[in-house]
């Protein structure tokens, strides 16, 4: 494929990290240990809103904030590690070429991590590829099932128009245990293309020990390849051509 839809694929390793090594500690220590290719650095904060009703009680309302993530950018930004409470990520934007070229750096982050975070075991490997499909218009319309195999459709309805969808298939491979989820769902239409959005993630349950980068890395291979598979036939032989 000369020009790949992608727009980022993510790969995320969850681990269990000791009690004693809080990553809201590791600050200075992520700083220097990826400053050389990553010097740009943010923190990705959660929140979490909760109410609580009881029968003769007022709502009780509480708030549960704190750090997700250290994210640790390529001077570009096009390229980031994110040092994470439940793990290790790490991200490539658009321009994306192969998961071959990554795999190095991917492999010397991760040893990174694992000397900096310490982490007890993996539980979870997970390879996610979003993908940006601009869909061609004809007189403002597209047909959806000219592109994808498992498109959306309208019940048989005499009047109505498709103008936004969202997709969601869940399934698991028997033969691997693997989970997929995937999701299309359109954007606003641009000038003479509805752009899709064909999220395509799969999750491999991994019990291991973190420095057998041999073990992950394997994973990693088979979830590419799941993750190859779906997205080949998902898309029709005249979505492919639009990518040559």
């Known amino acids: 494929m000369l020009r790949p ?43 979490e809103h909760m109410i609580e009703t ?32 439940s793990g290790f990520s790490f991200n490539r934007l658009a321009p994306y070429t ?24 993996v539980r979870r490997i997970g390879l996610r590829t979003i993908n940006r499909i601009p869909l061609p218009l004809v007189e403002g319309q597209v047909l959806i099932e ?7 459709r309208l019940p048989n309805v005499e009047g109505l128009v498709l103008t936004g969808f969202l997709h969601q298939h869940t399934a698991l491979e028997v033969a691997t245990g693997f989970q ?3 999701v299309l769902t359109a954007q606003p239409p641009e000038k003479e293309t509805l752009p899709v959005i064909f999220d395509n993630g799969v999750v491999a349950v991994f019990p291991g020990e973190p420095e057998n980068w041999d073990g992950i890395a394997s ?9 190859n598979r779906l997205f080949q036939h998902t898309l029709t ?4 051509k639009l990518f040559q």
Not at 5 to 24: A, G, H, K, Q, S
Not at 146 to 152: A, C, G, H, L, W
Not at 219 to 227: E, H, N, S, W
């Open 5 to 47: 839809p992608i727009v980022e694929t993510v790969l995320d390793i969850d681990c269990d990290l000791p009690p004693d090594r809080p990553i809201d500690a590791l600050e200075e220590q992520a700083r220097a240990a990826f400053s050389d290719r990553y010097p740009v650095f943010r923190k990705s904060l959660f929140q």
């Open 54 to 85: 009881k029968p003769d009680a007022a709502p009780r309302h509480t708030l549960r904030h704190g750090l997700q993530a250290f994210q640790l950018l390529s001077q570009d930004e096009k390229q980031l590690v994110q040092v994470r409470v």
């Open 98 to 121: 192969s998961l071959d070229d990554y795999l190095p750096e991917i492999e010397r982050t991760w040893r990174l991590f694992v000397e900096l975070a310490t982490p007890v075991q």
């Open 146 to 152: 000219n592109y994808f195999t498992v498109p959306p």
């Open 180 to 182: 997929v989820n995937m």
């Open 219 to 227: 994973t990693v291979q088979a979830l590419r390849g799941l993750r």
């Open 237 to 240: 032989e005249s979505c492919l």
